[in-house]
């Protein structure tokens, strides 16, 4: 049994005791912690996935493979990333030099090289916004949460002090617990804030190499059908 001077600080107990109001703040940094959390993870599997498949392409695409050979490879899959770029310029190239038949056109459609750069374009938008996406809420948890975490702090003093009114008791028993709830909050937030700020900012940096090195390859591609564009006229 515990001495009556001695006050249970546990999480659990704080929790238990903290007001209605303290205790929605506690849930809802404990739920966007958790989300941040899974986002995160799913971040970090999927950029690493992607760089090891982009590294893949890149290995097979400069080997000297032929291009409508790894097209033909690569058209009936469910590609992302540098793949999925290749296939769509690939795929406009074939429609502006095949003709309905599906015969060769012996010289590509006026603008086939302006069409291919805006397939391209298009397709790096749409890899990038895939990549982002549910990065604006560790944006918002990060920049947040703190301030959520000062309400509960805010909160919890007031409680403090409502308690000391109350009882006209200044003792430690008193006012430790709605100090203890307030700081409690405040560590919450912190929690949450800090993972989600830290990731944030090392995802959107990953995502902007990631478009740099498909703009870069766009670029090398679109050099490449340029040549084949000036042999056939």
Do not use: C
Request: charged share 20%.
């Amino acid at each position: 049994m515990n001495p009556p001077d001695v006050v249970d600080l546990s999480i659990l107990e704080l929790f238990k005791n903290a007001h209605i109001v303290v205790k929605l703040v506690i849930i809802g940094l404990l739920l966007a912690s958790i989300w941040s959390w899974a986002i995160i993870l799913e971040k970090l599997f999927l950029y690493a996935k992607t760089r090891k498949e982009t590294d893949k392409f890149e290995q097979v695409f400069w080997s000297g493979q032929s291009l409508e050979e790894l097209y033909q490879a690569l058209a009936q899959r469910r590609n992302t990333g540098m793949a999925a770029l290749f296939v769509a310029a690939m795929r406009e190239w074939k429609r502006s030099t095949e003709r309905e038949g599906g015969e060769k056109s012996p010289k590509p459609m006026p603008g086939v090289q302006l069409r291919v750069e805006k397939v391209m374009d298009v397709t790096i938008s749409r890899e990038v916004e895939r990549l982002e996406r549910r990065l604006t809420f560790l944006a918002t948890v990060g920049s947040t949460s703190p301030f959520v975490g000062l309400f509960g702090t805010v909160w919890g003093i007031m409680t403090s002090f409502q308690a000391i009114a109350l009882s006209k008791n200044t003792s430690l028993a008193v006012v430790a617990p709605g100090i203890a709830e307030a700081l409690f909050a405040t560590a919450l937030g912190l929690l949450a804030a800090i993972p989600a700020v830290i990731f944030y900012n090392k995802f959107n940096s990953d995502v902007a190499r990631y478009a740099a090195r498909l703009e870069g390859f766009a670029d090398e591609f679109a050099a490449i059908l340029s040549r084949q564009i000036d042999k056939t006229t």
